[in-house]
């Protein structure tokens, strides 16, 4: 069974950065699977943030991210990380970590972290 662990969130200002974390716990390595990110605000469904492949030659955001967020991983590290920058405060919201086929579709995701909460303050 694949554990996913997210680290870094905490509270933050408004147009702060902020970088996440996610690795597997035990001796399971990422390196085999597409990797994302989804968060769930209070009250909403959870949604697509960013996803990369297993190489790292693909990446793709959601429109509302797009050019502040960057989803990178490191295989030898087994680690994967969200940077975000220039947060609004309607981006708090419990951010996920995801293992699976490379999509936005919370459906392709088999793997699942418990999730790390961002609180952005106005």
């Known amino acids: 069974q694949v554990q996913l662990v997210e680290s870094g969130g905490v509270l933050v200002q408004a147009g702060g950065p902020l970088r996440l974390s996610c690795a597997p716990s035990?001796?399971?390595?990422?390196?085999?699977?597409?990797m994302a990110w989804f968060r769930q605000a209070p009250g909403k469904e959870r949604e697509f943030v960013a996803a990369?492949?297993?190489?790292?030659?693909?990446?793709f955001y959601a429109d509302s991210v797009k050019g502040r967020f960057t989803i990178a991983r490191d295989n030898a590290k087994n680690t994967m990380y969200l940077q975000m920058n220039k947060l609004k405060p309607e981006e708090t919201a419990v951010y996920y970590c995801?293992?699976?086929?490379?999509?936005?579709?919370?459906?392709?995701?088999?793997?699942w972290g418990q999730g790390t909460q961002v609180t952005v303050s106005s």
């Open positions: 995801a293992a699976g086929l490379v999509s936005s579709r919370i459906n392709d995701y088999n793997y």
């Open positions: 035990g001796l399971t390595f990422i390196s085999w699977s597409a």
């Open positions: 990369i492949s297993r190489s790292s030659g693909n990446a």
